[in-house]
């Protein structure tokens, strides 16, 4: 039975209605971020933060790799209804299991230690993560390409929540009711998903005889052991700041992080709408699949590079705007932190479009055990000398092995050359002349550190951007510029 929701969609729409999706999380978080690191203050910001990293071990726990392997799976078999929603079931049945486990974990053990006491509230609030984010299933709208779904109910919910910030917290006590708004504001609409799901599955009448939950397990788990490392280094820098110095360093950091995850995220958008066009054409269409990958690739650095070189170079004015004199002190933490936008760039490429639609997930997932090992050894000691700075440091020391570590595997298999290219040093060109001449400007000619100096330097640093890469015909560039005015004559000398 071939399902009508089989229909390859655009990428090109996929694309809009992800950016569209972390566009309006970036405003809302640059809306509400001043606002509440203010009224809440940095030590009530910090206790959500770190509790919001503890539970999140739980959410990756429970999820165990199915987010992932689901968005591969149903992609194959979206033409196939009855198998489709045979394998939705299987997967909602694990993690049914995984999230039992997990509430028991949290209830039965976490509850118990004594250090935690005093975060009880806060723990009983967040923990509905779990639940809320395992019957979502994104992991099925996305392999069905059906990103329009997922991006009106999470547009309406964020400007709900964007409301409702600005009538409800009023003062540092409302610290916890600003974690009951955070966990709806991220999981709320799940529960939109999970009805509607729950009725496809129900129409087609699977039955349990149908199911087969075995077969998911090797690659489930294997899927796992990479997200677990991953989340290692990406969340034990936040749990050890907090165990080892304090809730206020964990403001600190987590400000300076955030800002650049949510850059991060915008520019892995191209690989998340993409990744399940990559493993169906990894399959059909190997030269299709090369023109594709090479593409993504050249996207993700047009907006990796410059995103480094503008935290760099702005780090002290985004600090201030976005947390106040308080998180002052967070201004070298982000220029450290700001190389992750190419390095974790590079790792999302290899390891999740050129590593995972080829089945080779096990190498991905050697180089983050390996990469998480090291995190963990060095966090200690970064983290206990030089607290919010050190972890810093140790996040890119740990992303970059896993990057090295890959290279090593990819490199006899793939022909790297084809990805630096000419039209990649064209990239490289614009981006250090951005740089160059930006900061003289900023250091030398306009060196005042006000807002409006700040935006006016913003805007050459776009403008420029913009301009030097149509100067230079930037291939994606004139591409784009000749679908949005046709009459332009551009593709007669494309480079």
């Not at 760039?345 to 983050?368: D, R």
């Not at 000691?381 to 810093?392: D, K, L, S, V």
Request: aromatic residues 16%; hydrophobic residues 55%; positive net charge.
């Amino acid at each position: 039975m071939k399902s009508k929701e089989g229909k390859l969609v655009s990428i090109k729409l996929n694309f809009i209605l992800n950016a569209l999706r972390v566009f309006s999380t970036a405003l809302i978080t640059l809306a509400t971020i001043p606002y509440l690191n203010r009224i809440l203050g940095v030590e009530n910001i910090g206790k959500i933060e770190y509790i919001y990293t503890v539970i999140t071990y739980f959410v990756l726990f429970s999820s165990i790799g199915i987010p992932m392997y689901g968005i591969r799976e149903v992609s194959k078999k979206r033409h196939d209804s009855k198998k489709l929603y045979a394998l939705v079931l299987e997967l909602l049945i694990i993690l049914l299991i995984t999230t039992v486990i997990s509430y028991i974990l949290i209830f039965g053990i976490v509850l118990q230690i004594g250090y935690f006491h005093s975060y009880k509230n806060l723990i009983y609030i967040m923990s509905f993560m779990v639940i809320l984010n395992n019957i979502g299933a994104e992991w099925y709208f996305q392999g069905m390409e059906n990103q329009k779904f997922i991006t009106i109910r999470h547009v309406f919910i964020r400007v709900t929540i964007l409301a409702l910030i600005f009538i409800v917290i009023k003062n540092s006590s409302d610290y916890e009711k600003y974690a009951v708004l955070f966990v709806i504001m991220l999981y709320g609409a799940n529960i939109i998903n999970f009805i509607t799901i729950l009725r496809k599955i129900v129409s087609y009448d699977i039955k349990y005889k149908d199911l087969d939950i075995k077969r998911h397990l090797r690659p489930v788990f294997a899927i796992f052991i990479a997200t677990v490392s991953v989340n290692i280094y990406l969340q034990l820098d936040t749990f050890l700041l907090g165990s080892i110095a304090g809730d206020r360093y964990v403001a600190y950091y987590t400000l300076a992080n955030k800002l650049i995850r949510y850059v991060i995220t915008f520019i892995t958008i191209i690989g998340s709408v993409m990744l399940p066009r990559l493993s169906y054409l990894y399959l059909n269409d190997r030269i299709q699949y090369n023109r594709l990958l090479k593409k993504a690739f050249d996207i993700m650095m047009l907006l990796a590079i410059p995103s480094t070189i503008y935290f760099f170079l702005f780090s002290k004015q985004i600090i201030l705007f976005m947390g106040g004199t308080d998180f002052i002190v967070a201004d070298l933490t982000i220029k450290i932190l700001s190389p992750l936008c190419i390095i974790v760039s590079f790792a999302y490429f290899f390891g999740f479009l050129i590593l995972y639609p080829q089945g080779k997930e096990k190498i991905y997932t050697v180089a983050t055990i390996i990469s998480a090992l090291v995190s963990i050894v060095l966090n200690f000691y970064a983290i206990n000398n030089f607290q919010h700075n050190g972890a810093a440091v140790v996040a890119l020391i740990a992303e970059a092995i896993a990057i090295f570590i890959m290279l090593y595997f990819i490199k006899k298999d793939y022909n790297l050359r084809t990805f630096f290219d000419d039209n990649f040093f064209k990239i490289i060109l614009v981006n250090t002349t951005v740089a160059v001449t930006v900061f003289i400007l900023k250091n030398f000619v306009l060196i005042d550190d006000d807002d409006f100096v700040w935006t006016y330097m913003s805007l050459i640093f776009i403008a420029l951007y913009f301009v030097l890469l149509l100067g230079m015909r930037e291939k994606n560039m004139i591409e784009t510029l000749i679908r949005l005015v046709p009459k332009w004559q551009y593709g007669k000398n494309k480079s």
